[in-house]
Nanobody, 124 residues
Framework: HVQLVESGGGSVQAGGSLTLSCESS????????MGWFRQAPGKEREGVAS????????TYADSVKGRFIITRDKARDLVYLQMNGLQPEDTAMYYC??????????????????WGQGTQVTVS
C-alpha cells in the first residue's frame, strides 16, 4: 500500500511562487505515473500536472501551462510541483497521486489509485 505525503503549501501573494513536494512511504515502482491535482471549495478535483515515472514525459492542464513544472527525483522517489506566477484562482488544496494509467487519464482522477492528504495553497 503506497502512502503519499505532500508538503510545501502555504500562503503567497499573487505573482509569487511555491514548490510542492510529494514523498512516497513505499516504493511506487508498480505505478507508471505521478500526478498533482487540486480542489477548490465547491469545485471538483481537477488534474494539474502529471509525469510518467519511466521517463520524463509530462502533461499539464491548460490553466497552468507555462507556469507550473512537474519533476521527479527517481532516486529519492519524490515528485515536485514548482508553481510560478501564482494567481488567486490557483487557491486550492493540492493533492499528490500515483497510478498506473493510460495517457487519456493522466489528468483524470479515475487514473490514479493512491492519494495523499493534500496541502493547502492560498494566493491572495
Amino acid at each position: 500500500h503506497v502512502q503519499l505525503v505532500e508538503s510545501g503549501g502555504g500562503s503567497v501573494q499573487a505573482g509569487g511562487s511555491l514548490t510542492l513536494s510529494c514523498e512516497s512511504s513505499k516504493y511506487t515502482g508498480s505505478m507508471n505515473c505521478m500526478g498533482w491535482f487540486r480542489q477548490a471549495p465547491g469545485k471538483e478535483r481537477e488534474g494539474v500536472a502529471s509525469i510518467y515515472t519511466g521517463g520524463a514525459t509530462t502533461t499539464y492542464a491548460d490553466s497552468v501551462k507555462g507556469r507550473f513544472i512537474i519533476t521527479r527525483d527517481k532516486a529519492r522517489d519524490l515528485v515536485y510541483l514548482q508553481m510560478n506566477g501564482l494567481q488567486p484562482e490557483d487557491t486550492a488544496m493540492y493533492y499528490c497521486a500515483a497510478g498506473r494509467t493510460s495517457w487519456w487519464l493522466l489528468l483524470n482522477v479515475a487514473g490514479y489509485k493512491y492519494w495523499g492528504q493534500g496541502t493547502q495553497v492560498t494566493v491572495s
